[in-house]
């Protein structure tokens, strides 16, 4: 049986001689974390979205459809890629394409 290593502690700073703290910085790092973590939680969001419009979509036997809102959803080769496609009153189309 292999030995297991103890976890080395981490020793703290002694008071005087911490690292320097530039507020800028440590702001900054905050709104990144913050901005990283609302990303996850937004992409776990468009995943749950995603996979239950691709079941809609094979349930009732469909490759594209049109909402009334204008939104045209494609779903692509293979089973869980799919396209969405708003027009806009220009005539512009916005286009998403999620390829996971």
Same mark, same amino acid.
């Given at each position: ?11 703290? @700073?002694? /008071?005087? $001689?911490?690292?320097? &703290? $530039?507020? %800028?910085? /440590?702001? =900054? =790092? %905050?709104?990144?974390? /913050? ?5 996850? %939680?937004?992409?776990?969001? &468009? ?11 094979? =349930? ?6 049109? #909402?009334? %809102?204008? $939104?045209? *959803? &494609?779903?692509?080769?293979?089973? &869980?890629? *799919?396209? =969405?496609?708003?027009? #806009? ?6 286009? @998403? *394409? /999620?390829?996971?």
């Amino acid at each position: 049986m292999a030995k297991r290593r103890r976890k080395k502690t981490k020793q703290g @700073y002694l /008071d005087g $001689i911490e690292p320097p &703290s $530039i507020k %800028e910085i /440590d702001e =900054a =790092a %905050e709104e990144f974390y /913050d901005a990283k973590l609302e990303l996850k %939680e937004l992409k776990e969001k &468009s995943d749950g979205a995603r996979d239950k419009l691709v079941e809609l979509l094979q =349930a009732n036997q469909l490759e594209t459809y049109k #909402t009334p %809102e204008g $939104i045209l *959803v &494609s779903l692509k080769e293979g089973k &869980s890629r *799919v396209t =969405a496609k708003k027009q #806009t009153d220009g005539g512009d189309e916005n286009e @998403y *394409v /999620d390829d996971d």
